[in-house]
T-cell receptor
């Protein structure tokens, strides 16, 4: 079965640079979520989109922005990168269209490992 | 890939034994709970879920128990196998459109031969 696709898988940036992470949800999923996971930490929610509209916001820095496009893929834009932004960034998707047994189940992609030097 | 959960609680079990991983959740209003398995360098993988109107749910080799009185979840893995070695997270959610997951502290499961 098709899974969530994230690109790139690895990204190395210098401080103060910008980065763009991409997420392609499972086909027919209309909702995407972004999570950040630091070393030894649990994933922390950043932001989510449902039907191309931002639906919830967590601990996302003002330097970060995100959007969901008409084909439901999402991009996380990160500017003025700091050393502390080094982490694994996961995208998850779910279907909130009312179908399926468990519409709230979020399925995670493989993540993008961002290293800021 | 980088190890996940370098300083997480660790549970060591012998292959073939049963494993029990515990989790305390924080929000009494949460109505949906999920267990995820995360292998090193990979994304969390869905294992099993349970709604707040249930106290037990069984899957293949796994059972989730929910005690709402004390806000406690447990994941039981029967006949633990080496491939079960990973970090396990419980997550809670207040259901609704695009609701966020709140993860608990992970537990590293080490299966010894």
């Amino acid at each position: 079965a098709a899974g969530v696709i994230q690109s790139p898988r690895h990204l190395i940036k210098e401080k103060r640079e910008t980065a763009t992470l991409k997420c392609y949800p499972i086909p027919r999923h209309d909702t995407v979520y972004w999570y950040q996971q630091g070393p030894g930490q649990d994933p922390q929610f950043l932001i989510s989109f449902y039907e191309k509209m931002q639906s919830d916001k967590g601990s996302i820095p003002d330097r970060f922005s995100a959007q969901q496009f008409s084909d439901y893929h999402s991009e996380l834009n990160m500017s003025s990168l700091e050393l502390g932004d080094s982490a694994l960034y996961f995208c998850a998707s779910s279907s909130n269209r009312g179908g399926g047994v468990n519409p709230d189940t979020q399925y995670f992609g493989p993540g993008t490992r961002l290293t800021v030097l | 890939g980088e190890s996940v959960g370098l300083h997480l609680p660790t549970l060591s079990v012998q292959e073939g034994d049963n494993s029990i991983i515990n989790c305390a959740y924080s929000n009494s209003a949460s109505d949906y709970f999920i267990w995820y398995k995360q292998e090193s360098g990979k994304g969390p993988q869905f294992i099993i879920d349970i709604r707040s109107n249930m106290d037990k749910r069984q899957g293949q080799r796994v059972t989730v128990l929910l005690n709402k009185t004390v806000k406690h979840l447990s994941l039981q893995i029967a006949a633990t196998q080496p491939g079960d070695s990973a970090v396990y997270f419980c997550a809670e959610i207040l259901t609704g459109t695009a609701s966020k997951l709140t993860f608990g502290t992970g537990t590293r499961l080490q299966v010894t031969l």
